[in-house]
């Protein structure tokens, strides 16, 4: 068990570019979810897969916002034209029960 | 819609003392229940889970859990803080449904341990 892998750790970008993360889930775990955590605050829920297909989204998510898990194991989450309000921590989890494995999470800074 | 509240934003305890940080939970249904701790920089590690049965639950390093239906918490506790305790505890709350995970989490409290 290697752990739920995030990279990169941290991104620092200029506001209006475009970043996109990667999460490699526990391999035997078929469902994956995307938290955002800003300072002070607990994780708020993004979106989350079941194999390939995304089966929901949070309203927090934007158009801006795009995450894919193309053959059912790694995912990306995109940010188009970035904003200063995307600044968080980006966490990836997965499961295969009833319990979420995190990742250590992105770092996105916008300049 | 499903909520937590974790009424304590900042928490400091002595060395060797007890521990309880409180957690009240909003939800419909039976929920699942779980505590996460958090380090600077890093994801969150699971040290308890509560889905049915006896109401005190057992984690990972001497924390446990009591579900309380009646007062709709799920305090976390130990008997006997150490330094390393000092992190992030977040609770978090979620459907009885097998197959959605998607958790609802408190503010979290911040652990500070003193010597």
């Known amino acids: 068990d290697t752990g739920v892998s995030q990279n990169p750790r941290h991104k620092i970008t200029k506001r209006g570019q475009n970043v996109t993360f990667r999460c490699d889930p526990i391999?035997?775990?078929?469902?994956l979810y995307w938290y955002r955590q800003t300072l002070g605050q607990g994780p708020e829920f993004l979106t989350y897969f079941q194999n390939e297909a995304q089966l929901e989204k949070s309203r927090l998510l934007s158009d801006r916002f795009s995450a894919e898990r193309p053959k059912g194991s790694f995912s990306t989450l995109e940010i188009q034209r970035t904003e200063q309000g995307d600044s968080a921590m980006y966490l990836c989890?997965?499961?295969?029960?009833?319990?979420?494995?995190f990742g250590d999470g992105t770092r996105l800074s916008i300049l | 819609a499903q909520s937590v509240t974790q009424p304590d934003i900042h928490i400091t305890v002595s060395e060797g003392a007890s521990l309880e940080l409180r957690c009240n939970y909003s939800y419909g249904a039976t929920p699942y229940l779980f505590w996460y701790v958090q380090s600077p920089g890093q994801g969150l590690q699971l040290l308890l889970k509560y889905f049915s049965g006896d109401t005190l639950v057992q984690g990972i390093k001497g924390f446990e859990a009591e579900f309380k239906r009646s007062q709709s918490s799920f305090n976390l506790r130990k008997p006997s803080v150490h330094w390393s305790d000092a992190a992030e505890y977040f609770c978090a709350v979620g459907p009885s449904n097998f197959g959605n995970e998607k958790l609802t989490f408190g503010t979290g409290t911040r652990l500070t341990i003193i010597p």
């Open positions: 989890a997965s499961s295969q029960g009833a319990a979420l494995h």
């Open positions: 391999s035997e775990h078929n469902r």
